[in-house]
């Protein structure tokens, strides 16, 4: 049973619109959570992170926002760039673990 | 030079064949991972290890065992490779809960 759920395999979007990455999660302890992009032959890099006691963290482009009763996180990324093309995965861990789950990404195509 | 490094990057073997991939760090965390991507799974942990003496099962250890040689160094090895762990295979590392540090990926096909 998967905890964390990336319903949207693939997205595509134009460059400079804006891009919505979903994330949902059933596990009610998760209190963190991470967003990492992976371009092809290599490996992830930590993009950005939300602590449960908030429900934004921004950081340039980048905007995360959590929506702790609906069990729900997105990333913005405004405006897009072809740069951001990749996959990106949600990951979530709960408290204290160092061991996030994550989720089967999402692809994004930002065309130009 | 890459904080996290992979050897080797491809690999190709037979069913049967014990097979080590190698997992070297320089960023002197403690916690190192292993993890295995498949297409459509997203990643799912293999073992991970909190500091030299210390090695646990993640979600998909059948079929793997692990060496934790050094601080920098964790090994992963397939004591007899089978074609479903053909798969894209990370090492990971971490000192705080915020970032994993990953390597650029071992691609391992078992035919």
């Known amino acids: 049973d998967q905890q964390v759920k990336q319903n949207s395999p693939s997205l595509s979007v134009q460059e400079g619109r804006i891009s919505i990455l979903n994330c949902d999660y059933t596990?009610?302890?998760?209190?963190?959570f991470l967003w990492y992009k992976k371009y092809p032959a290599e490996g992830p890099t930590f993009l950005i992170s939300?602590?449960?006691?908030?429900d934004k963290n921004e950081d340039g482009r980048f905007t995360v926002f959590l929506n702790k009763s609906a069990k729900h996180l997105s990333l913005h990324i405004v405006p897009s760039q072809p740069g951001d093309s990749a996959v990106y995965f949600c990951?979530?861990?709960?408290?204290?673990?160092?061991?996030?789950?994550f989720g089967r990404g999402t692809s994004l195509i930002v065309h130009p | 030079d890459a904080d996290v490094t992979q050897t080797p990057r491809n690999r190709i073997t037979k069913t049967g064949k014990r097979i080590m991939l190698e997992c070297s760090q320089t960023?002197?965390?403690?916690?190192m991972y292993w993890y295995r991507q498949d297409p459509g799974l997203g990643l799912r942990l293999i073992y991970y290890?909190?500091?030299?003496?210390?090695?646990n099962k993640g979600e998909i250890s059948d079929g793997y065992s692990v060496s934790r040689q050094a601080q920098a160094k964790f090994s992963l090895s397939l004591e007899s490779a089978i074609p479903n762990q053909t798969a894209l295979y990370f090492c990971?590392?971490?000192?705080?809960?915020?970032?994993?540090?990953f390597g650029p990926g071992t691609r391992l096909t078992v035919l």
């Open positions: 990971a590392t971490s000192e705080r809960r915020d970032t994993q540090y």
């Open positions: 596990n009610s302890m998760f209190d963190y």
């Open positions: 939300i602590s449960s006691i908030k």
């Open positions: 990951a979530a861990s709960a408290g204290g673990s160092y061991i996030p789950t």
């Open positions: 960023k002197g965390h403690d916690r």
């Open positions: 290890s909190f500091d030299v003496k210390d090695i």
